[in-house]
C-alpha cells in the first residue's frame, strides 16, 4: 500500500511506502519502511535487475526513491511491478544482512 496525504493506493503487498511530495508531472518520491537498508542500495538493486527505472534523490532532506511517471501508457499494473521490484530489493537486502557473518569473532 501506498499512502499519499489521505489517499491510499492499493500494492501487491502489505507493507507501507509513503509518498513525501505532492505528486506534480508524474514526479513521486517514495521513503521506504522505517528499518529499510540505505534507499541508494535498494534503487541500485532495482536497476541491476532492470524491472524498473527509479533513481535515490534527496527530497526535504530525506533520502527517497524517484519515479517519474510520465509515459502515457503506463498501467496499475506497471507501477505495482516496481513496488514489488522495490520491495524484493528490499527484503534481499534485509535477508542478506542479516545472514552476514561478522568479519571478526
Not at 501506498?2 to 489517499?7: E, N
Not at 500494492?11 to 522505517?34: D, M, Q, Y
Request: net charge neutral; proline share 8%; hydrophobic share 45%.
Amino acid at each position: 500500500m501506498i499512502v499519499s496525504g489521505t489517499k491510499q493506493i492499493p500494492a501487491p503487498r502489505s507493507v507501507v511506502w509513503s509518498v513525501i511530495n505532492e505528486p506534480k508531472l508524474g514526479v513521486v518520491c517514495l521513503t521506504p519502511p522505517a528499518g529499510s537498508p540505505p534507499v541508494r542500495d535498494i534503487v541500485d538493486r532495482v536497476l541491476r535487475d532492470g524491472t524498473a527505472w527509479l533513481s535515490a534523490a534527496k527530497f526535504a532532506g530525506s533520502d527517497v526513491v524517484r519515479a517519474c511517471i510520465t509515459h502515457g501508457e503506463t498501467s496499475s499494473t506497471d507501477i505495482a511491478i516496481a513496488l514489488d521490484a522495490l520491495e524484493d530489493a528490499r527484503l534481499g537486502l534485509l535477508e542478506r544482512a542479516a545472514t552476514r557473518k561478522p568479519a571478526f569473532v
